[in-house]
């Protein structure tokens, strides 16, 4: 077993743990897993706190339906793990129209204690929306 696969396991299960909480607005669950000092970034949007980013989650229009994410890759520094991958959710609009979404991401966990990851930065990218 290569000497990170338990780190980009244990990683990926907490991003697996955060398409959850995304999927069912899970306000307590994405706390756990934002560290307290999390930034949220995307192009052309103000940078949010965790309580910014909990709270767009959580109160948006659209109801998620499923996310899965392609071509995902855990890269591991010592104390620090980047998760990069495209995201690709279904939508679902209040009036009834889907809608897929393909969200470029890199999401930066730290270790916090001796096992448990965080969330300290996600930066996030819109590549394309199908109607």
């Known amino acids: 077993m290569p000497p990170d696969?338990?780190?980009?396991?244990?990683?990926?299960?907490?991003?697996?743990?955060?398409?959850?909480?995304?999927?069912?607005?899970?306000a307590i669950l994405l706390a756990t897993i934002l560290a307290p000092q999390f930034v949220g970034r995307s192009p052309g949007e103000a940078d949010q706190t965790r309580e910014e980013f909990i709270a767009t989650l959580t109160t948006f229009p659209v109801r998620i339906a499923g996310v899965h994410c392609?071509?995902?890759?855990?890269?591991?520094?010592?104390?620090?793990?980047?998760?990069?991958g495209v995201q690709v959710a279904r939508l679902e609009w209040p009036d009834g129209k889907a809608q897929s979404s393909r969200v470029m991401l890199s999401n930066v966990y730290c270790l916090r204690g001796e096992q448990s990851w965080r969330m300290v930065l996600s930066h996030a990218f819109e590549l394309v929306q199908d109607l």
């Open 70 to 84: 392609e071509a995902i890759a855990v890269h591991v520094f010592d104390g620090v793990a980047i998760l990069t």
């Open 5 to 26: 696969q338990p780190t980009q396991q244990a990683v990926l299960l907490v991003q697996e743990q955060f398409w959850q909480a995304l999927e069912t607005r899970n």
